[in-house]
């Protein structure tokens, strides 16, 4: 069952939301303007219909379709939540507290797993020089949380389980597989670029797949 927040999103199309503040341009695959939230001559607050996020190189600010409605409202997320929900014709009712706990409990998951994957990579200077090459800076590795998972079939759940994760909960979190010959878990992502995003509330969501192997 989707959570409202994920309904809202399947509902709504983020650039005809924000086309109901500003004025898109169409640019290849994505839409472009002048960012609303900072003074510039040249457009560079991007909006991307695939992947239903906006940024703007210009202010670094950026996010989903609820983000975006608190920057430019000023709200915070449960009046954008309110306002949104209003717009997809989503019913907000009173949350069951154990599903809450449960989503919870998945998003500090997915937290401990992206933090486990940046320290991988700190420890992985091949990895570093190869970002380097791809011309990925230190900063950006920084400020994107980028992380590495290494080539091991138990690596995620062996750390997710010192820090107190069970490996089912792994598998709800999208990060481990249950093998159905064997009945155990192992790693989903092995010897790869890792990449977190996170929602409106910051909250790490999901650890994506990368685009591109380390070998």
């Known amino acids: 069952m989707l959570s409202p927040v994920e309904e809202i999103k399947a509902r709504l199309d983020v650039v005809e939301v924000i086309q109901g503040y500003i004025r898109?341009?169409?640019?290849?695959?994505?839409?472009?303007?002048?960012?609303?939230?900072?003074?510039?001559?040249?457009?560079s607050f991007f909006v991307s219909p695939t992947r239903q996020i906006w940024h703007c190189f210009g202010c670094a600010r950026g996010g989903d379709v609820f983000k975006f409605v608190m920057e430019i409202e000023g709200n915070d997320f449960p009046e954008a939540l309110r306002m949104l929900a209003g717009r997809a014709g989503v019913e907000l009712k009173r949350e069951d507290p154990s599903l809450r706990s449960e989503r919870n409990r998945l998003y500090e998951v997915n937290e401990a797993a992206a933090h486990i994957f940046e320290e991988a990579l700190k420890?992985?200077?091949?990895?570093?020089?190869?970002?380097?090459?791809?011309?990925?800076?230190?900063?950006?590795?920084?400020?994107?949380?980028?992380?590495?998972?290494?080539?091991?079939?138990?690596?995620?759940?062996?750390?997710?389980?010192?820090?107190?994760?069970?490996?089912?909960?792994?598998?709800?979190?999208?990060l481990a597989i249950r093998s159905e010959q064997k009945g155990g878990y192992y790693d989903r992502f092995r010897s790869r670029i890792m990449f977190p995003i996170a929602d409106g509330n910051g909250r790490t969501g999901r650890v994506l797949n990368s685009l591109f192997l380390v070998e």
């Open 24 to 43: 898109l341009h169409k640019a290849g695959i994505n839409y472009k303007a002048n960012c609303p939230f900072h003074g510039e001559k040249t457009a």
């Open 123 to 174: 420890k992985m200077p091949g990895v570093h020089d190869y970002l380097e090459k791809r011309r990925v800076s230190p900063d950006t590795i920084v400020k994107f949380r980028i992380g590495f998972a290494p080539q091991s079939w138990e690596f995620l759940l062996k750390n997710l389980a010192t820090r107190g994760f069970r490996a089912d909960e792994a598998e709800r979190a999208g």
